[in-house]
């Protein structure tokens, strides 16, 4: 079977996979047992399912994950040294690639606001140019350093990890290995 292979899971599909994962399921269904004191346990196992897939998407291998191009998606802004400021589309969890027109290649590492590459960019003659580009991530906001002032900014590609709207789970086969290693951290 290909490790590419995409799920795509409703939340019961979801919750059959894990109960079958962690050896809950086949069920015992030659007796019956009642008790009123127990957990409900697909409850606790919706909440491990979805702090997993919230950590998977944050932190996977973006290969195992659903990623689409949301250029289409923003409006950029140019200030007046070049620098350029894109709000971050709803459903972008953390971006890949990012790469404006004009510049001669993409980046695809993201600095977090603070961090000394970040604070770098303050600065004219250190900052990230169209050869060399840098970008700093805010919490709502790309910075993309840089084009040259009075350009008309335009995103060529804004590849991100995304949250299905729909809802459901979207991940390639081999993210599945990252399930056990997820709940030993968590405990």
Request: glycine share 6%; charged share 25%; net charge negative.
């Amino acid at each position: 079977m290909n490790d590419n292979m995409m799920f795509n899971l409703d939340e019961e599909e979801m919750l059959e996979l894990w109960k079958t994962r962690l050896r809950l399921l086949p069920a015992r269904r030659d007796c019956t047992i009642e008790r009123d004191d127990g957990i409900d346990i697909d409850q606790v196992l919706l909440l491990d399912i979805k702090e997993w897939y919230a950590w998977l998407l944050w932190h996977g291998d973006a290969s195992l994950l659903p990623v689409e191009d949301l250029s289409g998606d923003v409006s950029p802004q140019i200030d007046d040294e070049g620098v350029v400021t894109v709000p971050l589309p709803s459903q972008c969890v953390r971006p890949v690639e990012w790469r404006l027109d004009g510049w001669r290649c993409g980046v695809t590492q993201f600095h977090l606001a603070g961090s000394y590459e970040a604070l770098c960019q303050r600065n004219i003659y250190l900052r990230g140019d169209t050869y060399s580009p840098v970008a700093v991530l805010h919490d709502d906001r790309m910075m993309l350093y840089s084009l040259s002032p009075g350009d008309v900014p335009s995103l060529a590609v804004a590849r991100c990890v995304v949250r299905p709207v729909d809802g459901s789970y979207r991940f390639a086969q081999a993210a599945l290995g990252t399930m056990h290693d997820y709940m030993a951290r968590c405990g």
